[in-house]
Every structure is written in C-alpha cells, then in structure tokens.
C-alpha cells in the first residue's frame, strides 16, 4: 500500500477531527491540520494551524486554506460530510485545479491516486472510483462518524482569518435549530407516510417519550408532508442511526431509508400491508395499522 506523501485534513467541525485525521494518518505519510473554529481537532497531526474566523464563518477561512495548500501541496485533502466541509472541499478542489469526491467510504492510497467507493443511486449502489493526486475528498458519514483516537498536536499556528476580498459581513442572525440526539439514541421510533397527519404524530411522540425512545421519521414524512423538522429524518441523505431497537411505523422500507437504520439491534416494522419491503429487512413484523399497533403495545408496557 503506497501511501500519499502529504494530506491536509481541514476540519470546521471538532466532533469529526478524530477519525478524519486518523483516516488521513493512514493514507499518507504526513498529516497536516487546519482547523477552522475548531481548536480541538488540532490532533493527530505534525502540525496543526488554528484558523479563527471571528464567527464570520467557515467561508471566511478559504483564503487561508487556499494559502496552506499553496505552501503544502499535498497530495490529499480529507474534509468531513457536513455543508461546510463540504463548500471547503470544493474550494480545496479549484485551488488544486482537480474536483472534489463527495460521499466517500473506503478509502485505499494506490500509487498516484487514491481508490474510494461511492454510494450512489440514492444509497442503492456503490461505485467504485480512483482519483488521480492532487485528491480532494469529502469523506461520508461513516468515515467522519468512526471511532477514533485522539493525540494532541506539539506544534500549533494561529491565523486570524479574513473574509475573500470583495466580501463583508453585513449582518447576523440566529437560526433555530431543532437538537436531535438520533445518533446516541439506544431505542428510535421512526414515522412513515403510513402516519398521515399530526395529531398521530403526537401520539406516537409521547409513546416514544414514554419507552425512552428518540423520534425519526422518513424523507417524505419531514420533506413532503412537513410533519416532523428535517433533522429527524433517517437515511441515506439523512441520519445514520444504529440504535439497539428501531421501530418503523408505517414505513414501506425503501432502500434509501434502510441505509440509515440497517445497523440497528433489532428491528420491528408496523405496516398494514403485509408485501411492504420492510417485512423483508426486519426482525419482527406486525402487519396492522400503525396507530392501532403503538396504542396496543402502549398499553402493554403501561
Ligand atoms: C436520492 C434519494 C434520496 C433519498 N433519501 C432518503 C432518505 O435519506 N430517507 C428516506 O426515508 N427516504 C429517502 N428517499 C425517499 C425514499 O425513496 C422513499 O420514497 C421513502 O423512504 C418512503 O417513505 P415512507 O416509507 O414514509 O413512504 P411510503 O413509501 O409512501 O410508504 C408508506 C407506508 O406506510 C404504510 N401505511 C399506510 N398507512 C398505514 C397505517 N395506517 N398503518 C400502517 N402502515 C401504513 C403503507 O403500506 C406503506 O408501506 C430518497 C429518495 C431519493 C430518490
């Protein structure tokens, strides 16, 4: 396995500084970090550079970022899944005049580029790429998500970043954002269409509220019907959750949604239509309406 010679992990998001450049550890020989906002990710690494952006925002580090590139060539660049990795990562890209590979597991170096497989398809296929040095990629939920231990870096840098020019802050404002703690959930109650309205909706949050259990739901459940906040809902687009129980209630178990759950302990799926293709892919199965199954087992537990 030949390694890269250089990577520059470059990290806005602390939580996933640990597997990021332990991942980058093992495909070069070198590891560089730039952590932006970040101070704790400056581990695992030779040399870590604090970028302090001020609250302006990861955007605002790009010019240092570029200017680190300039001075390392690396071979490779690792950032995470989230959206602003995910802008870095393009940016990293034009600077180093190549693209940037998104949703990336399985990593491998091989001499002059590095072997990555894709989900595509929705989540229902891999693809199979290689990517030729300068790489660029943005590792997926399962890389950024690993398990990872972390060793402080002995050199530290600060720069203090400063927005591209051209561009000012004109203003600020604080988006409410719903915490969800679906990814530590040890029981998670997941909502299908098969939920229809929200008044069940609420009757399924206080049984799951009841048996300790975090709430999720399917794309269409948040994106379509708005029922429940787009944080919660579970896939290949959405969270990855591997909770010991997961109950899927009135949902027919498409692969992109099965994705997400399909490390979960065990696994009982409520449908009232008994071919639903979640009845392949569960451990126990319950064919009858969702509200009727939840009200019943409720009852049971109480
Ligand atoms: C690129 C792409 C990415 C996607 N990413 C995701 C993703 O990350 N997560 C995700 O979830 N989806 C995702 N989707 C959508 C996915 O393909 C499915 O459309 C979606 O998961 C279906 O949601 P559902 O099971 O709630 O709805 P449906 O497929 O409409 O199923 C509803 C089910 O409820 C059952 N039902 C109805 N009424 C009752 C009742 N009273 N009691 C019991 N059962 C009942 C029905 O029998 C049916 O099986 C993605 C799609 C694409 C194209």
Request: overall charge negative.
């Amino acid at each position: 396995m030949e390694k890269a010679k250089i990577c520059l992990a470059v990290i806005d998001d602390a939580g996933a500084a640990a597997p990021l450049t332990a991942l980058a550890g093992r495909l070069a020989g070198r590891v560089f970090v730039a952590a932006i906002d970040a101070p704790e990710a400056a581990v695992n690494a030779e040399k870590a550079w604090l970028i302090s952006t001020g609250g302006a925002g990861a955007a605002a580090a790009v010019g240092a970022v570029t200017r680190l590139l300039e001075e390392l060539a690396p071979e490779l660049v690792i950032t995470g899944a989230g959206r602003d990795s995910r802008m870095l990562a393009a940016h990293c890209a034009a600077a180093l005049r190549t693209s940037a590979l998104t949703d990336a597991d399985e990593l491998t170096p091989e001499p002059g580029a590095i072997a990555a497989r894709r989900l595509v398809y929705g989540g229902g296929a891999y693809k199979s790429v290689r990517a030729a040095y300068p790489a660029v990629i943005c590792a997926g939920p399962s890389l950024a998500g690993a398990a990872a231990e972390a060793a402080p870096c002995a050199v530290l840098e600060e720069i203090r970043a400063s927005l591209p020019e051209g561009m000012e802050l004109t203003g600020r404002a604080e988006k409410s954002v719903v915490k969800v703690g679906l990814g530590a959930a040890k029981i998670v109650l997941g909502l299908g269409r098969g939920v229809k309205d929200a008044a069940n909706v609420e009757r399924a949050a206080a049984f799951a509220a009841r048996i300790g259990a975090e709430l999720g739901c399917t794309r269409p459940v948040a994106e379509d019907e708005g029922l429940l906040p787009r944080e919660r809902y579970i896939g290949v687009s959405g969270a990855v959750i591997k909770p010991a129980l997961y109950i899927a209630a009135g949902i027919s178990g498409q692969i992109q949604h099965m994705a997400g759950v399909n490390s979960s302990g065990v696994i009982i799926a409520i449908n009232k239509d008994k071919q639903a293709a979640i009845f392949e892919n569960c451990d126990y199965g319950v064919v009858g309406d969702m509200m009727e199954v939840l009200d019943a087992l409720d009852e049971k537990l109480s």
